[in-house]
């Protein structure tokens, strides 16, 4: 996840930002992992939330023509895109044994409890983890 490599960087470490004046922008429900940790290292934190995540309605999926077309594996970048789309998906009572590829183990752990059924975790959140996972998910299929 990008807020746990962010938190192992040296310059973040409880030595360097205690005492420090930190001013984190961040997305209105957003992770509170950077705010506690930073805070429980000692420094001084201003949380400002500069936007909003506002899903898209279930009719964008069902506009893409899903879930009546076969889909060959889902793949998730967030925790917040796994929600949606597991929300808009229940809603279409589209099949929960569909691939899907997910970032981290927190991540998956969200699908799971939503019911899917076929996880993938990938090593990581960059677009070249994703993709890999993604392959071995065909090559598990073939």
């Known amino acids: 996840e990008r807020s746990e490599g962010l938190l192992s960087m040296p310059a973040l470490q409880s030595e360097a930002v205690r005492g420090t004046q930190v001013l984190l922008l961040c997305g209105a429900g957003g992770r509170e992992l950077l705010t506690q940790t930073l805070g429980d290292r000692g420094a001084e934190l201003h949380r400002i939330e500069v936007y909003a995540r506002r899903p898209r309605p279930p009719s964008?999926?069902?506009?893409?023509?899903?879930?009546?077309?076969?889909?060959?594996?889902?793949?998730?970048?967030?925790?917040?895109?796994?929600?949606?789309?597991?929300?808009?998906?229940?809603?279409?009572?589209?099949?929960?044994?569909?691939?899907?590829?997910?970032?981290?183990?927190?991540?998956?752990?969200?699908?799971?409890?939503?019911?899917?059924?076929?996880?993938?975790?990938?090593?990581?959140?960059?677009?070249?983890?994703?993709?890999?996972?993604?392959a071995r998910i065909s090559r598990l299929d073939d």
């Open 60 to 134: 964008v999926l069902t506009a893409a023509g899903l879930p009546q077309h076969p889909v060959a594996a889902v793949l998730i970048a967030s925790g917040e895109g796994g929600a949606v789309f597991a929300d808009h998906w229940l809603a279409l009572d589209g099949p929960l044994d569909i691939p899907v590829v997910v970032p981290s183990q927190r991540v998956s752990d969200r699908m799971a409890a939503r019911g899917f059924q076929r996880i993938l975790c990938a090593e990581g959140a960059s677009d070249a983890a994703l993709i890999a996972a993604l």
